[in-house]
């Protein structure tokens, strides 16, 4: 009998989280990078980033393995991953609108 998936489905879970955690980091810091020359071309002054916006990249990993190391139902494992994911997003694109 032929198997669907070798792994238990928490795993896909967190693997589709952490892939969307790095696409959603890496189109925002093209954005971000290219904000930030455009703001030097323009002579503006390019603002410090805030204490949550650094705190929340090892939040939202952390909030990633967390159902790795802690079994948790598949609902749960999504939500989760989801929070982190979208957390990041709302943090970039908050960055993002205070570069522009």
Known sequence: MLRLYVFPP??????????AYIVVLVV?????SKAKKEAL????EIPKASAS????????????ILPMLIPLGNLITGTVCGCAVLG??????DRLAKLR
Request: hydrophobic share 60%.
């Open 41 to 44: 071309s323009q002579g503006r």
């Open 10 to 19: 928490v795993f896909y879970i967190f693997l589709a989280g952490l892939v």
């Open 88 to 93: 990041l997003y709302i943090s970039l694109r």
């Open 53 to 64: 916006y650094r705190a929340i990249f090892p939040a939202s990993i952390a909030l990633i």
């Open 28 to 32: 925002f810091l093209a954005k971000i």
